[in-house]
């Protein structure tokens, strides 16, 4: 039961993942406050001779204060963007400044990389904008560590007046964005939002909490009437969404499925029709349950037929992956012809050690199946 309570818990995390820490209007640097000075060791770029080094901030004109880091995947994934941005709005007093920790020979040694899609070097896509490094940290403790921000990326956006009019991912900079530049932004309704989303993310913590201590005393009755109740007073759609993901992740996780559960996944994995990771995933959890000696009924088929369909069209390095997870799902439900029929393409699929570790699997499914009993 723990061990299926883990698997629940780690999934609604991840679902809640995209909401702003609590902690974070409780901090010396909100929304309203008025934007820390900056002290920046190294200007990498300037855009392109564009900017002039920040300290105080400009009456009248908008920043955007970024911090990332060479070794951070979705700070990576953001440039092509904040360069889109600077460009698009740099004739209306925007100045983009992002901002890493990292020594500056790190920095310049990751600006000579190709970006993965563009071809273009990181050098030529981040020169649009204000590249910085502060090794010492000081702007690190001013904006993120006095927001109460505990990763990156994160962006702030300073707006004419010199305060904090939002923070958050680079890659939802827009909308916010274009309002504050155009003078439509209404901080206050922002905040209050926020404040909204900080007692849903207290409301959530507590329900998960509670849920826990009713599943590991084996009162899953008691927690599913607990979310059910969260549930149907939930005031926005956003806060219904993660407690019906809850409840329907807990009823299928302790052998409580039910029409209404079945119909949730249903649908789920409809919407997820040409996005294989999301089948792969919602497979291996039914695989899991099945695992912990959880009848999942109708959904082992449905995520049997969902995944054969995706993974002849996923892309190279991901076929190994779903090929295993088929084949396990099979196994598991007492198709060994499938299961080695699967496990096959993931060795087919797959190259080098991989290969290798799939071709061992392959040969004990085929193993376990020679030492059945024939039917005759």
Not at 87 to 105: A, C, F, H, M, V
Not at 115 to 133: D, M, R, V
Not at 185 to 201: G, H, P
Not at 290 to 301: A, T
């Amino acid at each position: 039961m723990k061990r299926l309570l883990l698997t629940l818990v780690c999934c609604v995390g991840v679902l809640a993942a995209t909401w702003r820490p609590a902690e974070a209007l409780e901090s010396e640097l909100e929304i309203g406050s008025k934007a820390p000075a900056l002290d920046i060791e190294h200007w990498v770029h300037d855009g392109k001779g564009f900017f002039q080094p920040v300290t105080e901030f400009e009456s009248g004109r908008v920043y955007v204060v970024e911090f990332w880091a060479t070794w951070c995947p979705p700070c990576i994934a953001s440039i092509p963007h904040l360069a889109e941005l600077q460009t698009k709005y740099r004739g209306e007093g925007l100045q983009i400044i992002s901002i890493s920790d990292e020594p500056l020979e790190e920095v310049e040694a990751f600006l000579e990389r190709k970006h993965p899609e563009s071809q273009k070097t990181f050098n030529e896509l981040t020169s649009a904008y204000c590249l910085t490094t502060d090794p010492d940290r000081s702007s690190h403790a001013d904006f993120m560590a006095a927001s109460g921000q505990n990763g990156i990326p994160a962006a702030f956006i300073v707006g004419k007046s010199g305060k904090i009019e939002w923070i958050g991912h680079p890659m939802e900079l827009d909308e916010p964005l274009d309002a504050v530049i155009h003078d439509t932004w209404d901080r206050e309704a922002y905040k209050r939002e926020l404040k909204l989303r900080e007692e849903m993310e207290r409301l959530r913590e507590e329900t998960m909490r509670e849920v826990s201590e009713l599943v590991n005393q084996e009162k899953v009755d008691e927690a599913i009437t607990l979310i059910q109740s969260r549930l149907d007073s939930a005031p926005n759609e956003e806060i219904e969404a993660t407690f019906r993901d809850l409840l329907n992740q807990v009823k299928l996780s302790t052998g409580r499925l039910d029409d209404e559960a079945v119909a949730f996944y249903r649908k789920r994995l409809s919407d997820a029709a040409d996005n294989p990771v999301a089948v792969a995933q919602f497979a291996f959890t039914v695989y899991g349950a099945m695992r912990q000696g959880v009848d999942p009924g109708p959904l082992v088929d449905d995520s049997i037929k969902a995944l054969s369909a995706v993974v002849g069209e996923a892309e190279d390095q991901l076929k190994p992956t779903l090929y295993v997870v088929l084949a396990q799902l099979n196994a598991e439900s007492g198709n060994r012809e499938a299961a080695i029929e699967a496990m096959r393409g993931g060795v087919e699929a797959s190259e080098g050690r991989q290969k290798e570790r799939l071709q061992q699997m392959l040969d004990e499914l085929q193993g376990e199946a020679s030492a059945e009993p024939s039917d005759s």
